[in-house]
């Protein structure tokens, strides 16, 4: 599966870089960066509130599968379906596709904004690649449905209702065109810095969920869920469909915005204050306007990037600039198509991580009912403060994709070690959280209908275990982004991922005959584990190069801090928890013991990040009458001014319309 490359020229006419001993450049950059973090930091907060909605959502939804249907034969049938789009929304959407496609489509970008290359590069890019993929995904999809008997034989073989299980098996199958197509959708709006939309698509998957199961549970039982399946893959795609051709048929993304400047030659801004100003119009034979040399005048690349290979480096008023750096760009060479090698390593990484899910299903069908059950919903909710976590690295794999091309590996290894670190602390916080409290987790959330108190303690046991390789699941999501963004083929990461399910497998048939699903969960945290340690220790020429001692220690310091808070928080939890008093008390005091521990010990032991987050909280919490908004509207008004007419020049006297002679 390849595509026409799309080449650049040799030398790429990108502005040249300004020197550091003009005035105004270091600010101009210092209020870039600022402006860039900023947008990190909002598209970040709306990304982990959209996640959190969903999470909530898929919460619901398998709070609405357990009392509908309890933990027995129905749902271990439907969760052995449940595969199918687990795998496809870890190939498709999470990792597997958007590791080839983002860098991809950042590479477009950077070609796009130097202008050289004929077209468009971007739609070149959908054009050559969107349909090649949909025609592999009903492949694929065809494939599922035909060898869903087998596939079901192979994945559970103590299953006591196989031909339920096959049933939802393929109508779960319709979600590999949805989702690959979802996953495509996502990854090009990321590239292009758009991502609500993408944050919405589970809001929307677990609704159609949701909706099945209460519409068409009475009539169909456990395989209306799968319905849902489908229905929620539609929604997927529907929710991104209009941002994405929005983006296509305007590579600004701002058309109305413009033509109604262009037009009518006003701008109406709502804020905390009131403007009102005029600016020039400069098509009126007015001469154009002069600006000073700051770096928010035009764009400006990134460090070291240079006017062409032989083009004179000069910085603003001609002034020499630094050496350029001699780092290749991405973006320089020449387009490499989209090869089967590049695919063919991102879903075989995606997929032979997912494969742990089949190693438990596995070996838990032979355990007694419910088995497979216990695992799916203790597994749901401990993995919510990894996906939380990662949220920050989902953001910003399209800036680390972005500055590889440009390349700038300096602000790449920065960028990567402080999301590392940033998310290692998140999740230990998430862990020490389910720790402390998951039987009232688990109890608040699912203990009603057919799920029983026995169920409830089978689940916060494995639910506990699970916990302990929730910082190596972190640690894999983070760094593999940094191996594949390039954009070029790494076998490494594949290879890792291998050792740890070797490590998982066998680790998991040992420990499941004198320690049941409490043993296949320790064997799932073993393997990661062991994983997370092989891609920290092979960072360097195959990926950016992060500094793996500093890496290491940013991992390391929060865990002390995580087992501190893990056990005041368990304390307090035990403490109030009582046959008569709700879970939610105990679960909430729990929490807060274990944030309140986390809060004071981070800063005193380092932890990185700690101190910036403990004072946005501290900022955050100063009296409301100090930051009152007021009500601003800002109105700018474009006026045309005269011509400058030349001496002893004339200025033409303006016609008399005949509607102003009528009105006389």
């Given at each position: 599966m390849?595509?026409?490359?799309?080449?650049?020229p040799?030398?790429?006419a990108?502005?040249?870089?300004?020197?550091?001993?003009?005035?105004?450049?270091?600010?101009?950059?210092?209020?870039?960066?600022?402006?860039?973090?900023?947008?990190?930091?909002?598209?970040?907060?709306l990304?982990?509130?959209?996640?959190?909605?969903g999470?909530?959502?898929?919460?619901?939804?398998?709070?609405?599968?357990?009392?509908?249907f309890?933990?027995?034969?129905?749902?271990?049938?439907?969760l052995?379906?449940?595969?199918?789009?687990?795998?496809?929304?870890?190939?498709?959407?999470?990792?597997?596709?958007?590791?080839?496609?983002?860098?991809?489509?950042?590479?477009?970008?950077?070609r796009?904004?130097?202008?050289?290359?004929?077209?468009?590069?971007v739609?070149?890019?959908?054009a050559?690649?969107?349909?090649?993929?949909?025609?592999?995904?009903?492949a694929?999809?065809?494939?599922?449905?035909?060898?869903?008997?087998?596939?079901?034989?192979?994945?559970?073989?103590?299953?006591?209702?196989?031909?339920?299980?096959v049933?939802?098996?393929?109508?779960?199958?319709?979600?590999?065109?949805?989702?690959g197509?979802?996953?495509?959708?996502?990854?090009?709006?990321?590239?292009?810095?758009?991502?609500?939309?993408?944050?919405?698509?589970?809001?929307?998957?677990?609704?159609?969920?949701?909706?099945?199961?209460?519409?068409?549970?009475g009539?169909?039982?456990?395989r209306?869920?799968?319905?849902?399946?489908?229905?929620?893959?539609?929604l997927?795609?529907?929710a991104?469909?209009?941002?994405?051709?929005?983006?296509?048929?305007?590579?600004?993304?701002?058309?109305?915005?413009?033509?109604?400047?262009?037009?009518?030659?006003?701008?109406?801004?709502?804020?905390?204050?009131?403007?009102?100003?005029?600016?020039?119009?400069?098509?009126?034979?007015?001469a154009?306007?002069?600006?000073?040399?700051?770096?928010?005048?035009?764009?400006?690349?990134?460090?070291?990037?240079?006017?062409?290979?032989?083009?004179?480096?000069?910085?603003?008023?001609?002034?020499?600039?630094?050496?350029?750096?001699?780092?290749?760009?991405?973006?320089?060479?020449?387009?490499?198509?989209?090869?089967?090698?590049?695919?063919?390593?991102?879903?075989?990484?995606?997929?032979?991580?997912?494969?742990?899910?089949?190693?438990?299903?596995?070996?838990a069908?032979?355990?007694?009912s419910?088995?497979?059950?216990?695992?799916?919903?203790?597994?749901?909710?401990?993995?919510?403060?990894?996906t939380?976590?990662l949220?920050?690295?989902?953001?910003?794999?399209?800036?680390?994709?972005?500055?590889?091309?440009?390349?700038?590996?300096?602000?790449?290894?920065?960028?990567?070690?402080?999301?590392?670190?940033?998310?290692?602390?998140?999740?230990?916080?998430?862990?020490?959280?389910?720790?402390?409290?998951?039987?009232?987790?688990?109890?608040?959330?699912?203990?009603?209908?057919?799920?029983?108190?026995?169920d409830?303690?089978?689940?916060?046991?494995?639910m506990?275990?699970?916990?302990l390789?929730?910082?190596?699941?972190?640690?894999?999501?983070a760094?593999?982004?940094?191996?594949?963004?390039?954009?070029?083929?790494?076998?490494?990461?594949?290879?890792?991922?291998?050792?740890?399910?070797?490590?998982?497998?066998?680790?998991?048939?040992?420990?499941?005959?004198?320690?049941g699903?409490s043993?296949?969960?320790?064997?799932?945290?073993?393997?990661?584990?062991?994983?997370?340690?092989?891609?920290?220790?092979?960072?360097?020429?195959?990926?950016?190069?992060?500094?793996?001692?500093?890496?290491?220690?940013?991992?390391?310091?929060?865990?002390?801090?995580?087992?501190?808070?893990?056990?005041?928080?368990?304390?307090?939890?035990?403490?109030?928890?009582?046959?008569?008093?709700?879970?939610a008390?105990?679960?909430?005091?729990?929490?807060?013991?274990?944030?309140?521990?986390?809060?004071?010990?981070?800063?005193?032991?380092g932890v990185r990040?700690a101190?910036?987050?403990?004072?946005?909280?501290r900022?955050?919490?100063?009296?409301?009458?100090?930051?009152?908004?007021?009500?601003?509207?800002?109105?700018?008004?474009?006026?045309?001014?005269?011509?400058?007419?030349?001496p002893?020049?004339?200025?033409?006297?303006?016609?008399?319309?005949?509607?102003?002679?009528?009105?006389?």
């Amino acid at each position: 599966m390849t595509t026409p490359p799309v080449h650049a020229p040799d030398e790429a006419a990108v502005p040249a870089a300004r020197s550091a001993d003009v005035p105004g450049t270091d600010a101009g950059a210092d209020a870039g960066e600022r402006s860039s973090r900023g947008l990190l930091a909002r598209a970040a907060l709306l990304t982990a509130v959209l996640s959190v909605a969903g999470s909530v959502l898929g919460l619901a939804r398998d709070q609405a599968l357990a009392r509908l249907f309890g933990a027995g034969r129905e749902t271990d049938a439907f969760l052995v379906a449940w595969t199918v789009p687990e795998f496809a929304a870890t190939l498709l959407i999470e990792d597997g596709l958007a590791f080839a496609l983002v860098p991809m489509f950042s590479l477009a970008l950077a070609r796009r904004a130097q202008g050289t290359v004929p077209g468009d590069p971007v739609r070149a890019l959908v054009a050559a690649t969107l349909p090649r993929l949909t025609l592999a995904f009903a492949a694929a999809g065809a494939l599922v449905v035909a060898a869903a008997p087998v596939l079901v034989r192979a994945l559970a073989p103590g299953l006591p209702d196989h031909a339920l299980a096959v049933d939802c098996t393929r109508l779960t199958a319709t979600c590999v065109v949805s989702f690959g197509l979802a996953g495509y959708c996502s990854a090009a709006l990321r590239a292009h810095r758009r991502f609500l939309a993408p944050a919405a698509i589970y809001c929307a998957y677990n609704t159609g969920i949701i909706t099945a199961m209460f519409v068409l549970g009475g009539r169909w039982g456990v395989r209306a869920a799968a319905v849902g399946v489908a229905v929620g893959g539609l929604l997927m795609v529907a929710a991104q469909l209009p941002s994405l051709a929005g983006q296509l048929r305007h590579p600004d993304g701002r058309p109305d915005r413009r033509r109604l400047r262009s037009r009518f030659g006003f701008r109406l801004r709502f804020g905390s204050r009131f403007r009102f100003g005029f600016r020039r119009d400069e098509g009126a034979g007015a001469a154009p306007r002069t600006s000073t040399a700051t770096a928010t005048d035009a764009p400006t690349p990134s460090a070291g990037t240079t006017a062409g290979t032989n083009a004179p480096h000069r910085g603003t008023a001609g002034q020499e600039a630094p050496a350029p750096r001699t780092t290749p760009r991405a973006a320089d060479t020449p387009a490499r198509p989209l090869a089967l090698a590049l695919l063919g390593t991102v879903l075989l990484f995606a997929l032979c991580r997912q494969s742990q899910v089949l190693i438990e299903r596995f070996l838990a069908s032979g355990l007694p009912s419910g088995a497979i059950s216990h695992l799916n919903y203790a597994q749901k909710v401990a993995q919510i403060p990894m996906t939380l976590s990662l949220m920050l690295c989902t953001v910003t794999f399209p800036v680390v994709a972005r500055a590889v091309a440009d390349g700038d590996t300096e602000r790449a290894r920065a960028r990567v070690e402080r999301d590392v670190a940033l998310a290692a602390g998140l999740v230990l916080l998430g862990t020490a959280t389910v720790v402390a409290c998951a039987p009232q987790m688990v109890q608040l959330l699912f203990q009603r209908g057919a799920f029983t108190a026995a169920d409830t303690a089978a689940t916060a046991g494995v639910m506990r275990v699970y916990a302990l390789g929730l910082l190596g699941q972190t640690v894999v999501g983070a760094l593999a982004r940094c191996y594949f963004s390039a954009g070029r083929a790494n076998w490494y990461p594949l290879g890792a991922m291998a050792v740890g399910i070797a490590a998982t497998a066998g680790a998991g048939a040992w420990a499941v005959g004198p320690w049941g699903v409490s043993g296949i969960a320790a064997a799932n945290a073993a393997g990661i584990t062991v994983t997370a340690a092989l891609l920290v220790a092979g960072t360097g020429p195959r990926s950016v190069p992060v500094r793996v001692r500093r890496v290491l220690g940013d991992l390391a310091r929060p865990v002390p801090v995580a087992v501190a808070a893990a056990v005041a928080g368990a304390l307090v939890a035990d403490r109030l928890a009582a046959p008569g008093v709700s879970p939610a008390v105990p679960l909430a005091a729990g929490a807060a013991a274990v944030v309140g521990v986390f809060a004071v010990l981070a800063p005193v032991l380092g932890v990185r990040g700690a101190v910036p987050a403990v004072e946005s909280v501290r900022r955050s919490l100063r009296p409301v009458t100090r930051r009152l908004p007021h009500g601003r509207i800002s109105l700018r008004i474009r006026f045309p001014l005269p011509r400058r007419l030349p001496p002893g020049a004339r200025p033409r006297r303006p016609r008399k319309s005949r509607g102003s002679r009528r009105s006389r």
